[in-house]
């Protein structure tokens, strides 16, 4: 019993570290932090600041439903659609545009729907539904998920069947179901590169002005709860815009893949996207 | 095959090469999770005595809740002690949440329950006459309840692996009120499933390798010590 005390000692002395003031939470999706880009920008901005980040990576429907809460400090999010909706309600504010990739429809090689090379995303999806060819989706209100119910909106298609499976998981799960099944996906081009070595389907539509893949920061109105840290959370959203941090996106991701992951997109607006 | 031997060899790789971040992350679970498992034995330890050596109308209600709660789901706990936690929450104030204190509490709620069912069943099957024995020597009640404690050793280690494995190998709740954060919240079992979600499969098979490799020492230690004196 007096060993047993004398552990707890230990590990109450070893202590659990408590929160600080200066600490910003970042509610942000998982496709930020699975890439590696937070791991390099995070430490770079807690350098400059001094201020401690706590990143909180989760679907963006989630990340914009705790910062719509109050629960964060700023977003980083890619969901165009929802994002200003949450802007008009007043619950975000300052939506500034940081960087996009773009999502690429994947699917098995010998293309049971012959979708390769439809310059149009909606017809391909038209395609898929009609030949009813097995399609993934993340089904988790993820920016992903969101841009994919659009697609299939435009498309006139509402995705229902046993052709239509719904994962529910992040994009590496997703694509990793796909790839099981030989099914169709949609997926951003950073995780599809990063899985390179575990799955085998091609690249089969892709440059099509609806799949940008827009990712934006914005700051969180204090009247969403108590305690949110303002001027912590402004200061991470300046420091993405900012010309050194855009420089840092710019090559983000070339010695790895071999080309970048992101382009620095600061300055402007959805209407340059159109 | 090929990638769990790849795992290993990495997981070797890793630790020989006294990796900074796989050392801190195997030392934070191990600090988290012994913190959770020896204040539920400060919980669970004298509530699983107190329910074994009591009688009151509507005790089997509370032992079924208490059996019940030894398998809590670690997801349905890091929900609500996340939205307890939340700043809009009730205990908000604390700011605890994305802490490992958050990730201790979070534990000690799936570990207090497993230690108090487990004491609660230790301490029955000591009999019933020894009890009176201890007494008719002249113990008084404090002596007699620290004997029966002394009595069921054994099976009390037994508690105290239970509740460690289930607290160091949970992944939901910890992933829930932690937010696995590089540096500071991030253990063993979510650097796992963040390695898996990024496809780099043989890193995540080195961390849970390590993970069982942790476990297996903690219960070696354990069972030296519940069995050593017997030896």
Redesign the interface.
Known sequence: MRNLLALIAVFVLAGPVWAQSTTVILSTTTSTQDSGLLDVLVPLFEKHTGMTVKTISVGTGQALALAARGEADVALVHAPSVERKYVEEGKMRNRRLVMYNDFVIIGPEDDPAKIKGVPKAVDALKRIAETRSRFVSRGDKSGTHVLELGLWKQAGVEPRGAWYIESGQGMGQTLGIANDRRAYTVTDRGTWLAFQKRISLPILVEKDKPLLNIYSVMEINPANGPRVNVAGGKAFADFMVAPQTQAVIKVFGIDKYGQPLFVPVAGKTDGDFQ | MELIGQGIVQALGLLLSGDAEVWQITWLSL?IS??AT??S??VGVPLGTAMALTRFPGRGFVVSLINTGMGLPPVVVGLFVTIVL???GAL??L???????AM?LAQLVIAAPIVTGLTLAAMQQVPEKFRLQVLALGASRAQMVWTLLKEARLPMLAAVMAGFGAVISEVGASLMVG????G?TRVLTTATV?E????N?DAAIALSLILLVLMFLVNWGLTWIQQGRRA
């Open positions: 600090r012994a913190t020896l204040v034995l400060l939340w700043r809009n908000g104030m700011e605890l949440l994305y802490t490992p204190a201790v937010g696995n954060i590089k500071s963040l898996t979600s990024k496809g499969f």
